[in-house]
């Protein structure tokens, strides 16, 4: 930067542009994930139309004391069933979407629809499943009204 920058030519646009091609997948996938795990932070801290998810101390004894103020420590185990169970959600809209996509539509390949739109489409819907499953499922969590 000193001495200053070479001169952007095609062979350098095309490198700057394969190295930005290479890491955007990676990176958005990254803070997909961490996207993720904040939000459920937020999701414990927050009352909606009247309803909270609490997180339980010690879910394995009958005391239902929770947790008033849930940090990050405190969801990395629930974290992980969640992302589970939505990775399954997700997956079985995608192997949904296969089949009728197969039997009612002629596209000649089959992932032919599929693109990243697509798939936070599923994530959001399968997230809003999960989150319903997600009491059911983890014995941790409560849905208390607020």
């Known amino acids: 930067m000193k001495q200053d920058l070479p001169k952007l030519t ?3 646009l095309l490198a ?3 190295l930005f091609y290479f890491w955007f997948g990676i990176l958005w996938s990254l803070t997909l994930l961490i996207a993720l795990f904040r939000s459920v932070k937020y999701i414990f801290n927050s009352c909606e139309n009247g309803y909270s998810f609490k997180l339980l101390k010690c879910p394995k004894k009958s005391i239902s004391d929770s947790i008033e103020v849930v940090g990050y420590g405190d969801l990395v185990r629930v974290w992980r069933k969640w992302f589970m169970l939505l990775i399954w959600l997700v997956g079985s809209e995608m192997v949904l979407s296969l089949v009728f996509t197969y ?3 002629n596209l000649t390949s089959l992932f032919e629809w599929f693109n ?6 599923f994530i ?3 997230g ?6 997600l009491g059911a499922r983890a014995s941790e969590i409560r849905i208390v009204k607020c």
Do not use: C, R
Not at 128 to 133: K, T
């Open 124 to 126: 959001l819907f399968g």
């Open 10 to 12: 095609d062979e350098v």
């Open 116 to 121: 990243i739109y697509v798939l936070f489409i």
């Open 103 to 105: 039997i009612f539509t």
């Open 128 to 133: 809003y499943l999960s989150f319903i499953l």
């Open 16 to 18: 700057l542009g394969d």
